[in-house]
């Protein structure tokens, strides 16, 4: 992998990425990347960490609840469960990620609501059961 210097808005994107998504998750993605996806990498850390999620116009509550309705009404189901992680730092509760998918149910379709309802249940349950375990 050629490495070049991070720019501003890598910095700042993996600052951010590491703030809502946590080192462990970060870490991972870190460690799994290659020479093949590196330029992605460098790509949604740039723009949709640097740029996007670095913007100071919504809170990162609101950006969280507007990341998982779009990734439910798209049916971009495979990051519901990572984004219902980053709740637990940007302050989402549970009934804000309810009202998310309900209002996805009448816009976008029930059977998508319904789909990203199941996997939010499953990654709460995941999550408390991780935390009794610390």
């Avoid at 990347?33 to 640097?50: C, R």
């Avoid at 309810?98 to 709460?124: D, M």
């Amino acid at each position: 992998m050629s490495k070049q210097p991070p720019n501003d808005r890598y910095i700042s994107g993996m600052q951010i990425r590491r703030k809502v998504l946590g080192d462990a998750h970060v870490d991972g993605a870190e460690a799994a990347k290659t020479a093949f996806d590196a330029p992605f990498q460098t790509l949604i850390t740039e723009t949709a960490w640097g740029n996007v999620w670095a913007s100071e116009a919504i809170s990162d509550r609101e950006r969280s609840m507007l990341t998982l309705a779009l990734l439910a009404a798209l049916g971009n189901f495979d990051e519901i469960p990572m984004h219902i992680r980053a709740t637990a730092r940007t302050g989402a509760s549970k009934s804000d990620v309810l009202e998310v998918f309900q209002h996805v149910a009448i816009y976008a379709g029930v059977p998508r609501a319904n789909h990203a309802l199941k996997l939010a249940k499953e990654t709460y349950a995941e999550m408390e059961q991780e935390a009794g375990e610390e």
